[in-house]
Nanobody, 123 residues
Framework: QVQLVESGGGLVQTGGSLRLSCAAS????????MGWFRQTPGKEREFVAR????????GYAHSVKDRFTISRDNAKNTVYLQMNSLKPEDTAVYYC????????????????WGQGTQVTVSS
Protein backbone atom coordinates (compact mmCIF):
# COMPACT_ATOMS: atom_id res chain seq x y z
CA GLN A 1 0.00 0.00 0.00
CA VAL A 2 1.22 3.47 -0.87
CA GLN A 3 0.35 6.42 1.34
CA LEU A 4 0.17 9.84 -0.28
CA VAL A 5 0.26 13.20 1.49
CA GLU A 6 -0.41 16.43 -0.37
CA SER A 7 0.82 19.82 0.79
CA GLY A 8 1.40 23.33 -0.50
CA GLY A 9 -2.15 24.54 -0.85
CA GLY A 10 -3.31 27.92 0.37
CA LEU A 11 -4.90 31.23 -0.49
CA VAL A 12 -3.51 33.20 -3.42
CA GLN A 13 -4.67 36.11 -5.54
CA THR A 14 -5.59 35.82 -9.21
CA GLY A 15 -2.43 35.58 -11.27
CA GLY A 16 -0.40 34.16 -8.41
CA SER A 17 1.43 30.86 -8.13
CA LEU A 18 1.51 27.85 -5.85
CA ARG A 19 3.53 24.66 -5.83
CA LEU A 20 1.82 21.53 -4.59
CA SER A 21 3.74 18.50 -3.40
CA CYS A 22 2.64 14.90 -3.02
CA ALA A 23 4.91 12.74 -0.91
CA ALA A 24 4.61 8.96 -1.14
CA SER A 25 5.55 6.47 1.53
CA UNK A 26 5.06 2.80 2.13
CA UNK A 27 5.39 0.45 -0.80
CA UNK A 28 7.40 1.95 -3.64
CA UNK A 29 5.45 3.58 -6.40
CA UNK A 30 7.99 2.49 -8.96
CA UNK A 31 6.37 2.19 -12.37
CA UNK A 32 3.26 4.07 -11.32
CA UNK A 33 1.80 6.98 -13.18
CA MET A 34 1.13 9.86 -10.80
CA GLY A 35 -1.85 12.10 -11.29
CA TRP A 36 -3.28 15.29 -9.88
CA PHE A 37 -7.03 15.81 -9.67
CA ARG A 38 -9.22 18.50 -8.19
CA GLN A 39 -12.73 18.68 -6.82
CA THR A 40 -15.17 21.37 -5.78
CA PRO A 41 -18.32 20.78 -3.71
CA GLY A 42 -21.08 19.12 -5.68
CA LYS A 43 -18.89 18.35 -8.69
CA GLU A 44 -17.10 15.27 -9.96
CA ARG A 45 -13.40 14.86 -9.35
CA GLU A 46 -11.61 16.41 -12.33
CA PHE A 47 -8.35 15.35 -13.95
CA VAL A 48 -5.63 18.00 -13.86
CA ALA A 49 -2.31 16.45 -14.85
CA ARG A 50 -0.39 13.17 -14.93
CA UNK A 51 3.23 12.08 -15.32
CA UNK A 52 4.69 8.68 -16.11
CA UNK A 53 7.34 7.00 -13.98
CA UNK A 54 10.30 8.37 -15.94
CA UNK A 55 8.90 11.88 -16.00
CA UNK A 56 9.33 11.98 -19.76
CA UNK A 57 5.64 11.98 -20.63
CA UNK A 58 3.07 14.31 -19.13
CA GLY A 59 -0.55 15.12 -19.81
CA TYR A 60 -2.74 18.04 -18.85
CA ALA A 61 -6.34 19.06 -18.82
CA HIS A 62 -7.07 21.70 -21.43
CA SER A 63 -8.06 24.16 -18.72
CA VAL A 64 -4.61 24.12 -17.11
CA LYS A 65 -2.32 23.48 -20.05
CA ASP A 66 0.46 26.07 -20.35
CA ARG A 67 -0.20 27.26 -16.78
CA PHE A 68 0.48 24.14 -14.71
CA THR A 69 3.53 21.89 -14.78
CA ILE A 70 3.72 18.42 -13.26
CA SER A 71 7.03 16.85 -12.36
CA ARG A 72 8.35 14.10 -10.13
CA ASP A 73 11.46 13.32 -8.13
CA ASN A 74 11.58 9.55 -7.75
CA ALA A 75 14.56 9.73 -5.41
CA LYS A 76 12.34 11.67 -3.01
CA ASN A 77 9.16 9.76 -3.86
CA THR A 78 7.50 13.09 -4.52
CA VAL A 79 5.44 14.54 -7.34
CA TYR A 80 4.91 18.26 -7.78
CA LEU A 81 2.36 20.51 -9.43
CA GLN A 82 3.60 24.00 -10.21
CA MET A 83 0.58 26.23 -10.75
CA ASN A 84 1.06 29.63 -12.36
CA SER A 85 -1.34 32.32 -13.53
CA LEU A 86 -3.97 31.02 -11.15
CA LYS A 87 -7.60 31.86 -11.73
CA PRO A 88 -10.61 31.81 -9.36
CA GLU A 89 -11.92 28.77 -11.26
CA ASP A 90 -8.82 26.84 -10.13
CA THR A 91 -10.18 26.96 -6.58
CA ALA A 92 -10.65 23.37 -5.41
CA VAL A 93 -9.29 20.61 -3.22
CA TYR A 94 -6.36 19.07 -5.06
CA TYR A 95 -5.58 15.37 -4.76
CA CYS A 96 -2.78 13.15 -5.99
CA UNK A 97 -3.18 9.48 -6.82
CA UNK A 98 -1.44 6.61 -8.56
CA UNK A 99 -2.25 4.26 -11.38
CA UNK A 100 -0.48 1.63 -13.45
CA UNK A 101 -2.51 2.58 -16.52
CA UNK A 102 -0.42 4.89 -18.68
CA UNK A 103 -2.89 6.95 -20.64
CA UNK A 104 -5.90 7.26 -18.38
CA UNK A 105 -7.42 10.46 -17.00
CA UNK A 106 -10.38 8.67 -15.40
CA UNK A 107 -10.24 9.01 -11.59
CA UNK A 108 -11.81 5.55 -11.29
CA UNK A 109 -8.58 4.09 -12.70
CA UNK A 110 -6.50 5.69 -9.94
CA UNK A 111 -5.85 4.41 -6.44
CA UNK A 112 -3.96 5.34 -3.28
CA TRP A 113 -5.54 8.79 -2.97
CA GLY A 114 -4.15 11.40 -0.61
CA GLN A 115 -6.31 13.49 1.74
CA GLY A 116 -6.16 16.57 -0.48
CA THR A 117 -4.95 20.13 -0.10
CA GLN A 118 -7.15 23.20 -0.48
CA VAL A 119 -6.29 25.81 -3.10
CA THR A 120 -8.25 29.04 -3.02
CA VAL A 121 -7.75 31.75 -5.63
CA SER A 122 -9.29 35.11 -4.79
CA SER A 123 -10.45 37.53 -7.47
Amino acid sequence: QVQLVESGGGLVQTGGSLRLSCAASGRTFSGHVMGWFRQTPGKEREFVARVVWSGSVTGYAHSVKDRFTISRDNAKNTVYLQMNSLKPEDTAVYYCATTRRVATTDPNDYENWGQGTQVTVSS
